[in-house]
């Protein structure tokens, strides 16, 4: 099963993408998923959301 993937905004504005689960924020490609502007962490968000994309540190499975 897939993580509840979220968006949170930070202290200076931006947005980052984590999992709800372990409240770690996603990396992608060695990157994490934080700095975002809104309209980039809603992409994210979709296409994690709809296993186009899969995060660096999700846990494997069986």
Same mark, same amino acid.
């Given at each position: 099963? *897939? /993580? *509840? ?5 930070? !202290?200076? /504005?931006?947005? !980052?993408?984590? =999992? !709800? ?8 490609? /060695?990157?994490?998923?934080? /700095?975002?502007?809104? =309209?980039? %962490? &809603?992409? %994210?968000?979709?296409?994690?959301? %709809?296993?186009?994309?899969?995060? =660096? &540190?999700?846990? !494997?499975?069986?």
């Amino acid at each position: 099963m *897939a /993580g *509840a993937f979220e968006k949170r905004q930070t !202290e200076d /504005g931006l947005w !980052e993408v984590y =999992d !709800e689960d372990s409240d770690e924020v996603i990396v992608m490609d /060695g990157l994490p998923l934080s /700095g975002l502007d809104e =309209d980039e %962490a &809603n992409d %994210a968000l979709r296409k994690l959301r %709809a296993g186009e994309v899969s995060p =660096d &540190n999700s846990p !494997e499975m069986p």
